[in-house]
């Protein structure tokens, strides 16, 4: 029994392949990666797969029974991409294809939500037997912005006073680990998020605490946000991505309470503190 990991050589894939290793046979798992190159050090078969090459796909896929396929990072391009990989799926007679989408991706008002939900519908109909893991917001998306708002002296946002309950990338990861190796989740579609909501009031207040520092947060209408983005280095199309985003975020469309993130792990999920902590 083979798995597949595509985007194997990405932050979420390493973990993976990491959960994965302590729970089947290195032997088991092939990572499916643009860069081979970059996937020695996993300690696992890795094969050249590249979602923008279809003719190639199949190929790859060859001797795999389950797929988890980590949705690729170019938006725009990605009902498409994941499109060629179901296909190529298809031709192999791959058998359970597990797929990371997008918290409430049917009802979610973030620009990110259709291409999940063109992906989620192309998966449904392809009669492979599928698991849908809706992933809700890493928290390293925001403590990534941590050195930032240190330097400047502030937190800045777009999301009000909104509800945000993202959970550490290795929460999830652990979260596809269990399962793609159980095949008891087929048919499942999973909304994944983190046990506890805090808002970015509450998130600058955590950086304040652990660093000893006032760090207030600014909140700002999206097109200041996203203009302040840019002018620290950010192309106009990502930067005004992210402030929609937290716009998003600022209507509840990063926040779910129904842990079944913490379920599935039978363990809490990490806490906001914990990965500000890493961050700092
Ligand atoms: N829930 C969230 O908060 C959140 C945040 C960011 C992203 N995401 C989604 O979750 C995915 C995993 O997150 P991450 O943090 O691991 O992102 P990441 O580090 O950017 O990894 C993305 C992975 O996708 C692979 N990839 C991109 N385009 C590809 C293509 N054309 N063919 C094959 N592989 C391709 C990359 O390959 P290389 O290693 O060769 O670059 C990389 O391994 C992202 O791709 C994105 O869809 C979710």
């Not at 192999?92 to 620009?111: M, P």
Request: glycine letters at 8%.
């Amino acid at each position: 029994m083979k798995i597949g990991v595509t985007g194997a050589t990405g932050q979420l894939g390493n973990f993976v392949v990491a959960e994965l290793k302590k729970r089947v046979a290195s032997e088991d798992i092939v990572a499916l990666v643009r860069t081979p190159e970059k996937a020695a050090e996993l300690g696992v078969e890795a094969r050249e797969f590249n979602y923008d090459k279809p003719e190639t796909l199949a190929e790859s896929l060859k001797g795999i029974d389950h797929l988890l396929l980590i949705s690729g990072s170019e938006v725009g391009k990605r009902k498409e991409q994941h499109t060629n990989v179901v296909n190529a799926a298809k031709e192999v007679g791959i058998q359970w294809i597990v797929y990371t989408s997008l918290l409430h991706a049917d009802t979610s008002s973030l620009s990110l939500a259709d291409e999940h939900l063109a992906t989620e519908a192309v998966l449904k109909s392809s009669g492979i037997d599928y698991t849908i893991l809706r992933n809700g917001w890493y928290t390293e998306n925001y403590t990534g912005s941590i050195a930032g708002a240190l330097q400047a002296g502030a937190f800045i946002g777009s999301a009000g006073e909104g509800k945000v309950s993202s959970a550490a990338r290795i929460d999830y990861a652990e979260a596809a680990a269990i399962v793609i190796t159980d095949t008891s989740y087929k048919g499942k579609v999973f909304e994944l998020a983190g046990d506890e909501y805090y808002t970015l009031n509450d998130l600058a207040a955590e950086i304040s605490k652990q660093t000893g520092k006032d760090i207030p947060y600014n909140n700002l209408p999206e097109k200041d946000y996203a203009e302040i983005l840019k002018s620290v280095g950010l192309p106009e199309g990502l930067a005004y991505a992210i402030a929609g985003w937290d716009v998003g975020a600022s209507k509840d469309d990063l926040y779910d309470d129904s842990k079944q993130l913490s379920a599935l792990l039978g363990r809490k999920t990490t806490p906001l503190s914990e990965t500000v902590k890493a961050a700092l």
